[in-house]
């Protein structure tokens, strides 16, 4: 089992900063891939960005390109979102995963484990 917690969601007006923190426990280290994802009111939920515990590869949705870093911690076992210039849709709940797959999944399926989520607004 691997246990995600999120934190770092908060209000902000267009063009500010955030950086969300997802701390891993229990069997951290089985779980190859971490990824978020994002999910508005009524919708489905979406990739946003993944990252491999080895290697630090990296992969993100062609809309966060250039304004969000996904990053990690190891000796934290903590995977990090850095997110600027935000804008009004980019507006969700974001969630943390945990893949032992070893694949970059765009899509939740492959996903073993999931945290809570916090919420990131952001106002125009």
């Known amino acids: 089992q691997v246990q995600l917690v999120e934190s770092g969601g908060g209000l902000v007006q267009a063009g500010d900063s955030l950086k969300l923190s997802c701390a891993a426990s229990?069997?951290?280290?089985?779980?190859?891939?971490m990824g978020w994802f994002s999910q508005a009111p009524g919708k489905e939920r979406e990739f946003v960005a993944a990252?491999?515990?080895?290697?630090?590869?990296?992969y993100y949705e062609d809309s966060v390109k250039g304004r969000f870093t996904i990053s990690k911690n190891s000796a934290k076992n903590t995977v990090y979102l850095q997110m600027n210039s935000l804008k009004p849709e980019d507006t969700a709940v974001y969630y943390c995963a945990a893949s032992v797959s070893g694949m970059i999944a765009t899509i939740p399926r492959p996903y073993d484990y999931w945290g809570q989520g916090t919420q990131v607004t952001v106002s125009s």
């Open positions: 990252i491999t515990w080895i290697g630090s590869n990296t």
């Open positions: 229990g069997r951290a280290r089985s779980a190859y891939v």
